[in-house]
T-cell receptor, first 110, second 111 residues
């Protein structure tokens, strides 16, 4: 079973920041928070991951609360092509499997 | 260069047939995976190999047999195909704590 909970869907306006929440209250000390997205029927795409510090890359920013029980993925200036299902996953890394939940459908509206 | 490539992209076959899906990664990753995405869009892990060794085998019917001839390849062979096997199958690879890289998927339709 997935160890995270996400709202089923969210809308945002094109060009605005999209803040995607995720709860992972049972996260273990050695587990990372990973974010992936799946656009239509393409393969899932890795976005970002973090352990306890906030992270930023060319795609997004990841904000993890101090107690690590929740996190927020921030997509700055979301274009229409960011419409996708976004998955928040916790995993210890290495060879451990990723367990995908239902994810959250983000719709970026013109 | 495609990092994780799967072939074929589409596969339509009759019940009872045997088919294979091939996966290759050129990333130098040690670990490779097969995931299945059914019609309800749930992604479920099937198998994982690390350096040619099977490390994860979820409750998958034994009609499914993965084979890893080397750490860059993980193929999936399916015997006696059933209607319920229709799905999109994704191959992925990973190194350490870094994110998975997924292939573009193989859409299998059993008729």
């Amino acid at each position: 079973d997935a160890k995270t909970t996400q709202p089923p869907s969210m809308d945002c306006a094109e060009g605005r920041a999209a803040n995607l929440p995720c709860n992972h209250s049972t996260i273990s000390g050695n587990e990372y928070v990973y974010w992936y997205r799946q656009i239509h029927s393409q393969g899932p795409q890795y976005i970002i991951h973090g352990l306890k510090n906030n992270e930023t890359n060319e795609m997004a920013s990841l904000i993890i609360t101090e107690d690590r029980k929740s996190s927020t993925l921030i997509l700055p200036h979301a274009p229409l092509r960011d419409t996708a299902v976004y998955y928040c996953i916790v995993s210890a890394g290495g060879s451990e499997k990723l367990v995908f939940g239902k994810g959250m459908k983000l719709t970026v509206n013109p | 260069d495609t990092a994780v490539s799967q072939t074929p992209k589409y596969l339509v076959t009759q019940m009872g047939n045997d088919k294979s899906i091939k996966c290759e990664q050129n990333l130098g990753h040690d670990t490779m995976y097969w995931y299945k995405q059914d019609s309800k869009k749930f992604l479920k892990i099937m198998f994982s190999y690390n350096n040619k060794e099977l490390i994860i085998n979820e409750t998958v019917p034994n009609r499914f047999s993965p084979k890893s001839p080397d750490k860059a390849h993980l193929n999936l062979h399916i015997n006696s195909l059933e209607l319920g096997d229709s799905a999109v199958y994704f191959c992925a690879s990973r190194q350490g704590i870094y994110g998975y890289t997924f292939g573009s998927g193989t859409r299998l339709t059993v008729v």
